[in-house]
């Protein structure tokens, strides 16, 4: 018998800890999903794991997308974190871009994540051009550590102004300070972001001190209960940007796991697509709390240069450009003061989750409204927290909640919740498709986590798009998607020069040093690649503008020119804008790097259903259920169980595991060579 070589990814949610298992040596691939453990994801994550893998031993590599850094940011419970600043700036933090919660608002606030009692000053003086006007005291900044050490800091950030043109002052005052610190949380700014700017240096670098204990603590208790099951592999974290790190890494940058878990579902719906022949896909994430859209546009996804996680908390640092709304499985339906219906915000999460869970939450949730209209088996609820769903609770919420303040019938206010959530959802999808100039026929929505199935066929009538692409596992995509990240880092350095004073063959030669740092870092994981790649960009704009544009050049043999930079921007220009500016200088920025290792890709034929049936041979029975204002029996299939080819009619619901899927009226539904189904409008 052959011996199993695993290589697992787990992603931890709100709600549910999904895992994906791939044994390498036979190619079997099987799931799990189990409810998520708050207060120690890491105690559901290996929970997860022993429910398909008896010996951790057979495991070679895990990789993990993880929210607890999304969480402590959201939440507010990152370490109690200092700042050590330049004299006459401890306010940055504060003051931001001058913006505002509400930008019309008539009132508003904002806390920052450092109190200003925490934020203190030394005096030092770097200038934009570079040169020190006044070296740094470095008795002032060990006097200062002391102080913030003993009120009570964990984690400390050493950020000083025009940090990025010559970090000298900064260094030193790093130094100072890791040798009075009690422990290994002190953040550099200029190591975290080297780059222009000094609020977003700023925020990015205290959130990575923020995050630091918290992060580096669950790590810490995520490898301890590995081992002690006999785990001796690899652990990989995945990163916003979509690549994935070591745990040492990730130790120190924990700020870049800012979006890990929703980075990782749109790195597995494009390798999903490409692979069915999809180039144009919306990635359609639905867990239990909320609802994550993402563009892919030519298999290529959109990078952000900055994110904001919260108001005020801006983290720069490259990230897959993901929009974020409160609509999920769990979100809460209400009648407000006015008499409006109002889904959202506020969730259930999984404790107490829906109604229908029976643990204490008396407010229907979208959940519920899925489960009044016939579109969940209340015998086969996902995640094994519950043997069965109380449909009849369901309804009284619905009914005391909904229903009787707005005069409606039980099924017509499901179906307003239901409605609502929908059009918050391709508000969402419009966001990042319409407003960008992409035309939503073009694509196809990618739905996944454990609820997108039930509402794609919606989103496809609601903002006309072309068709949608259900994965084989939608309920664990997520997790799918640690498996086939491939290792990546990021690296950035503020240049702030006219391009005509540029010395840009010295220019080429400082970021091939750069990049072969970087490149050493990927190997220093001992992760096998099939290859590495360099990938070189400049931020340039036009002298007298603010926002720059992406610039990606090649390296030649010969040395970068002046010449190729300026082709390369006026192409880049061009493509963004529609023209040029004739008789204007150029700047360049900033110039970026990245380094991606190349892991061994899964081949997507794995999902194809092998001994599928006719949809007659998987068919379970039917269900009434209510759509479109009306009644309809909708048959129920296995979905696991249908053979490529397998063409479905809606309404229908397909059950599985980790999912069910809805095909409403009027739309149709085949299976294709990879155990996708592809749902389109009928002809």
């Not at 925490?118 to 200062?144: F, K």
């Not at 804008?577 to 790097?593: A, S």
Request: glycine content about 10%; charged content about 25%.
């Amino acid at each position: 018998m052959t011996k199993p070589q695993y290589t697992i990814g787990v992603d931890v949610g709100g709600t549910f800890t999904d895992v994906f298992i791939l044994d390498e040596a036979t190619g079997k691939v099987t799931t799990a999903k189990v409810p998520s453990t708050r207060g120690d994801q890491s105690k559901g994550f290996v929970e997860g794991i022993s429910r398909e893998v008896a010996d951790f031993g057979d495991i070679r590599t895990i990789v993990h997308g993880t929210t607890v850094g999304t969480n402590a940011l959201l939440e507010r419970k990152g370490a109690h974190t200092g700042i050590i600043t330049t004299e006459g700036f401890r306010d940055v933090l504060e003051m931001r871009r001058r913006d505002r919660p509400t930008t019309w608002g008539l009132k508003g606030s904002f806390t920052p994540v450092v109190d200003r009692g925490d934020r203190v000053e030394v005096p030092e003086r770097t200038l934009a051009d570079g040169s020190i006007l006044e070296p740094v005291n470095i008795e002032a900044v060990r006097a200062r550590a002391a102080e913030l050490a003993a009120s009570g800091c964990e984690a400390v950030c050493v950020f000083f102004i025009n940090g990025y043109a010559n970090g000298e002052n900064e260094r030193q005052a790093v130094e100072a300070v890791r040798s009075v610190w009690p422990n290994e949380y002190v953040t550099a700014a200029t190591e975290i972001l080297p780059e222009i700017r000094e609020f977003e240096r700023l925020s990015t670098a205290t959130l990575n001190a923020y995050l630091q204990p918290v992060v580096s603590s669950y790590l810490d208790r995520l490898e301890k209960g590995l081992a002690g099951r006999g785990f001796k592999g690899d652990v990989l974290i995945v990163q916003s940007n979509g690549g994935v790190m070591s745990v040492d890494t990730a130790k120190r940058y924990p700020v870049r796991t800012a979006l890990s878990g929703p980075a990782a579902g749109v790195i597995a719906a494009q390798e999903i697509a490409k692979a069915a022949g999809f180039d144009d896909i919306i990635t359609c994430d639905m867990g239990g709390t909320s609802f994550d859209v993402s563009l892919v546009a030519n298999n290529k996804a959109a990078l952000a240069a900055q994110t904001s996680i919260d108001f005020g908390m801006v983290v720069r640092t490259p990230m897959i450009e993901i929009t974020t709304i409160g609509a999920g499985g769990g979100s809460i339906a209400s009648v407000d003061r006015s008499g409006l219906l109002q889904v959202g915000p506020e969730s259930a999460g999984s404790d107490p989750g829906p109604v229908c869970y029976g643990l204490g939450n008396e407010r229907p949730t979208v959940t519920d409204a899925n489960l009044v209209l016939g579109r969940i088996n209340p015998d086969r609820p996902i995640g094994g927290k519950l043997s069965r769903l109380d449909v009849d609770a369901s309804r009284r919420a619905v009914e005391e909640h909904i229903a009787k303040p707005l005069s409606l019938t039980i099924e017509e206010a499901a179906e307003a919740i239901l409605k609502l959530a929908n059009a918050k959802m391709a508000g969402a999808i419009r966001l990042v498709s319409i407003e960008k100039g992409h035309d939503p026929a073009r694509f196809a929505a990618m739905p996944f986590g454990g609820g997108g199935s039930l509402h794609t066929g919606a989103l496809i009538k609601e903002v006309g798009l072309g068709s949608a692409l259900v994965p084989r596992f939608p309920g664990v995509t997520s997790a799918l998607g640690c498996v086939v990240a491939d290792m990546r880092h990021d690296r950035v350095q503020t240049v702030n020069t006219l391009l005509s004073q540029v010395d840009a063959a010295a220019l080429g030669k400082e970021m091939e040093a750069v990049a072969a740092d970087t490149e050493a870092l990927l190997k220093a994981a001992e992760v096998a690649f099939q290859k590495i790649e360099r990938i070189y960009e400049f931020d340039m704009l036009y002298l007298g503008q603010t926002h720059t544009v992406g610039v990606p050049v090649e390296m030649p043999a010969g040395g970068l020119t002046r010449e190729a930079i300026a082709t390369a921007f006026e192409a880049a220009y061009k493509e963004a804008f529609g023209r040029l500016l004739d008789n204007i200088p150029m700047r360049v920025m900033n110039y970026r790097i990245a380094v991606v290792g190349r892991r061994p890709k899964l081949d997507m034929a794995v999902f194809a259903p092998v001994d599928g049936k006719p949809p007659e041979d998987c068919l379970r029975g039917t269900r009434r259920i209510y759509a479109e204002g009306a009644f309809h029996e909708a048959k129920i299939y296995d979905r696991l169980a249908l053979a490529v080819g397998a063409a479905i009619q809606g309404p229908a619901i397909l059950e599985q595991a980790d999912t069910t899927i809805f095909v409403d009226p009027g739309l149709n539904a085949t299976v294709d060579a990879f155990g996708n189904l592809v749902m389109r409008p009928a002809t």
